[in-house]
């Protein structure tokens, strides 16, 4: 390619991602925890709340997306693939769900967000921890999401002990406690660490009743809207 063809090409990726940004209309809020934690519960009620008030104003998603890209992600994960290669779907099957949360989000919408890049930065940070060299994972993991995500105006970030998250786990899918139990300890520790350095996440403790737990991230939501 020439030099002036990949200067075009470069304006044009430049030009798509500023589009891809401009998202001022709607509302993003993306749903983070630990496996065990009852976010998905407490989304699915918040979801038909809201939907409720705003008929057709509400998107749900969730990732991995229902896509051929989210089918790779689940796939990489059922014939065991490399903890990078995994993590480098995840990210492949964002950039794609971005390009469709931004376009929500010029529509007005309000986007309800079953995890999203803090999922990775989470969860394969501490499946790749001290296999990346001299960076460490989660920094290699924060420079590949950068410049394909769209920014949360809020996290909710729902905590939880962990061994009381497994407990809820166990009871679902039959899992063994020891097999996840330091796995998800190095995850919600991530996880804490995300909120810490950034002020657009919101905590909710989760071991509260579901009904309280609903009703805060509701407030936390109403908030911003
Ligand atoms: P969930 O649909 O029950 O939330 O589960 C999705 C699983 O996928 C959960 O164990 C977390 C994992 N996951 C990652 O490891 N990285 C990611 O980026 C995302 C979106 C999910």
Request: hydrophobic share 25%; net charge positive.
């Given at each position: 390619m020439s030099a002036m063809a990949q200067m075009e090409k470069d304006s044009l990726v430049v030009a798509e991602s500023m589009a891809a940004t401009d998202t001022k209309k709607g509302l993003f809020v993306v749903f983070e925890g630990i496996d065990g934690s009852g976010k998905s519960s407490a989304e699915r009620s918040i979801y038909e709340t809201l939907a409720n008030e705003m008929p057709g104003r509400v998107i749900l998603t969730a990732e991995p997306t229902e896509t051929w890209l989210g089918d790779c992600v689940r796939r990489a994960n059922k014939d065991d693939s490399s903890g990078a290669t995994e993590a480098l779907l995840f990210v492949a099957d964002r950039a794609e769900h971005g390009v469709r949360i931004a376009q929500w989000l010029r529509e007005g919408k309000i986007v309800l967000c079953d995890r999203y890049y803090a999922s990775t930065i989470a969860y394969q940070g501490a499946a790749l921890k001290?296999?990346?060299?001299?960076?460490s994972a989660i920094e290699w993991l924060k420079a590949v999401n950068e410049p394909i995500i769209v920014l949360p105006d809020l996290t909710l970030l729902f905590t939880i002990r962990v061994d009381m998250a497994l407990e809820r786990v166990k009871q679902r899918s039959?899992?063994?406690?020891?097999?996840?139990l330091e796995y998800l300890r190095e995850v919600d520790l991530i996880y804490r660490s995300l909120c810490m350095e950034d002020p657009t996440y919101f905590t909710v403790?989760?071991?509260?009743p579901l009904e309280q737990v609903i009703r805060i991230a509701l407030a936390a939501i109403r908030a911003k809207l």
């Open positions: 001290g296999s990346m060299g001299v960076k039959g899992i063994s406690k020891f097999e996840n403790d989760s071991s509260r």
